[in-house]
């Protein structure tokens, strides 16, 4: 993965829409942290292969990046983007990973099934 070219990340947000992809979304924190730290509080959100249409896709900010995606009836939403890949498959892989190089969240939008 390469940091994120905004240019490149919305040209294949923009060839993707207006069909019918299959999603990942997922978020982390360190979900596997809490067993070496009771206090420490552990939450994640994990979707993978949902099939959606959206309309309009977005990636805004700075760096980190926010992508958002626009459905006929609401949004998936995904901050603190760092690195893309178009893999060989067309892919597009999007990832924000930490200051230590973990995974934080991971946005991931194909025209076939994830395996």
């Known amino acids: 993965m ?3 070219a905004i240019k490149q990340v919305q040209e294949a947000i923009n060839r993707l829409a207006n069909q019918d992809v299959y999603v ?3 978020t982390t924190n360190g ?3 809490s067993h070496h730290n009771q206090d420490f509080f552990s939450a994640g959100a994990y979707i993978r292969n949902a099939l ?3 309309e309009l896709g977005k990636i805004t ?3 980190p990046h926010r992508v958002g995606l626009k459905l006929n009836l609401g949004w998936i939403y995904a901050e603190g983007i760092t690195h893309f890949e178009i893999d060989s498959e067309n892919r597009l892989l999007l990832a924000g990973h930490d200051h230590n190089g973990k995974l934080a969240v991971a946005l991931e939008i194909s ?3 994830f395996e």
């Open 24 to 26: 990942h979304l997922e």
């Open 111 to 113: 025209t076939t099934p």
């Open 61 to 63: 900010g700075i760096g």
């Open 52 to 54: 959606v249409r959206y």
């Open 2 to 4: 390469e940091l994120v």
């Open 31 to 33: 979900a596997y942290a």
